[in-house]
């Protein structure tokens, strides 16, 4: 199972770092992913980071203000978001990617294991 946690209600230009923790598997053995998905909307890729670390891919409209990172040490992964907007508001999900490797696009079909999410609220 994976869990997240971290999410919260933040005003617009603050920053949120989320957290997702394995049980029942290694987390350091998968690429993990996060998606969102707003009120209304299709969940949309966020993040993908490698096993070790060594690479990852950010959703184009994201890039400079979220980033991902793991410390397998830890068994976490996490998503750290700064300049918060209202239109980040939205459940965040972390899965587990099923392939080796890491993907070269976020579709949620690629992930197996999906934790039961964590909502943030950005206000304005």
């Known amino acids: 199972q994976l869990a997240e946690s971290g999410g919260g209600s933040v005003q617009w230009g603050g920053s949120l770092r989320l957290s997702c923790t394995a049980s029942g598997f290694g987390l350091s053995t998968y690429a993990i992913g996060w998606f969102r998905q707003a009120p209304g909307k299709e969940r949309e890729g966020v993040a993908c980071i490698s096993r070790s670390e060594g690479s990852s891919i950010l959703a184009d409209s994201l890039k400079g203000r979220f980033s991902v990172s793991r410390d397998n040490a830890k068994n976490t992964v996490y998503l750290q978001m700064n300049s918060l907007k209202p239109e980040d508001t939205a459940i965040y999900y972390c899965?587990?990617?099923?392939?080796?490797?890491?993907?070269?696009?976020?579709?949620?079909?690629?992930?197996?294991?999906w934790g039961q999410g964590t909502q943030v609220t950005v206000s304005s």
């Open positions: 899965a587990r990617y099923k392939f080796g490797g890491l993907p070269s696009a976020l579709v949620s079909s690629d992930y197996d294991y």
